[in-house]
């Protein structure tokens, strides 16, 4: 009974930080997108008005297929990008030059996320190094790619992209080398033990990262926000503007309740198929 008290006592503040901090917050939020709001009155009925409206009203959907086809493009690019990084790092270097590998895809965390999406927005720009790169070797306009679609998704790929990186190595180092060898001793070549024993056994945690890339950059508000010029709203950007120029936090939270719902739709899927992968 005394070790149950102490045990108890211990969990007492990270419980009461979880109930104040996300439970309190979470549970007013999807109380308030049950009511519609009239400038700054709150009904008094609880409805589904506000969920009518976002999936009636062609505004907000085509916000939320922004998301979905930006985050979709996004995660493509990433795992494209990441799964060959993250097989040399796995396969082809020394363990000391694996590790100086590794801080090397750890360094960008070191720099604040909003320094990061600003100096894309320079690189990016009519005047950035991309733009007179383009210029000198006579490709394309030379108008740069800031406050586009394309520079949203360049700007969340060099993000996740070592994230990605990072989950896949990891994944790619419990495969038992032995296998490997096995698969050579029995005939198969390099592209078929890459195929028929590589590719399965790191397919969990490709899906994985594929997730959590999806799932953070639908509910990402930064780079939509400083790279894509407010030309091709996503969900996050329509619920900050339901607050910044209407005040409507019910409509505010209705919409946040629906990119919650849909990035958990997505991790479960993730879930189900690396259950699948892993039977």
């Known amino acids: 009974?005394?070790?149950r008290l102490i045990g108890l006592i211990y969990l007492a503040p990270g419980t009461l930080l979880l109930l104040l901090f996300f439970v309190a917050p979470l549970s007013i939020m999807v109380w308030l997108s049950f009511f519609q709001q009239h400038g700054f009155t709150l009904g008094t009925e609880p409805s589904l008005a506000n969920y009518r409206a976002f999936f009636s009203r062609p505004y907000y959907l085509e916000a939320f297929w922004n998301s979905v086809a930006i985050s979709t493009v996004v995660t493509l690019v990433s795992v494209v990008l990441a799964y060959p990084l993250a097989y040399v790092l796995a396969f082809s270097l020394s363990p000391t030059w694996q590790r100086i590998a590794i801080v090397a895809c750890v360094l960008p965390f070191w720099t604040s996320y909003l320094v990061r999406s600003y100096s894309w927005l320079l690189a990016l720009s009519g005047n950035g190094?991309?733009?007179?790169?383009?210029?000198?070797?006579?490709?394309?306009?030379?108008d740069g790619l800031a406050n586009t679609t394309?520079?949203?998704?360049?700007?969340?790929?060099?993000?996740?992209?070592?994230?990605?990186t990072l989950t896949i190595f990891t994944?790619?180092?419990?495969?038992?080398?032995?296998?490997?060898?096995?698969?050579?001793?029995?005939?198969?070549?390099?592209?078929?033990?890459?195929?028929?024993?590589?590719?399965?056994?790191?397919?969990?945690?490709?899906?994985?990262g594929a997730m959590m890339t999806f799932?953070?950059?639908m509910g990402d508000y930064v780079t939509p926000q400083i790279l894509g010029g407010g030309k091709r709203l996503v969900l996050t950007q329509v619920?900050?503007?339901?607050?910044?120029?209407?005040?409507?936090?019910?409509?505010?939270?209705?919409?946040?309740?629906?990119?919650?719902?849909?990035s958990i739709v997505a991790t479960l899927l993730a879930n189900r198929a690396i259950s699948a992968r892993a039977g």
């Open 1 to 3: 009974m005394r070790d």
């Open 129 to 142: 190094v991309v733009a007179e790169t383009a210029r000198r070797l006579g490709i394309g306009s030379g």
């Open 150 to 164: 394309t520079a949203t998704v360049i700007g969340f790929a060099h993000f996740f992209v070592m994230l990605l």
């Open 171 to 208: 994944g790619l180092t419990r495969i038992p080398r032995n296998m490997l060898r096995a698969a050579s001793d029995l005939g198969a070549g390099p592209l078929q033990q890459f195929l028929r024993v590589t590719l399965p056994l790191s397919l969990p945690g490709v899906i994985a």
């Open 215 to 217: 799932v953070l950059s």
């Open 239 to 262: 619920a900050l503007l339901q607050v910044q120029r209407e005040g409507n936090f019910a409509m505010a939270s209705a919409i946040s309740i629906v990119l919650m719902i849909t």
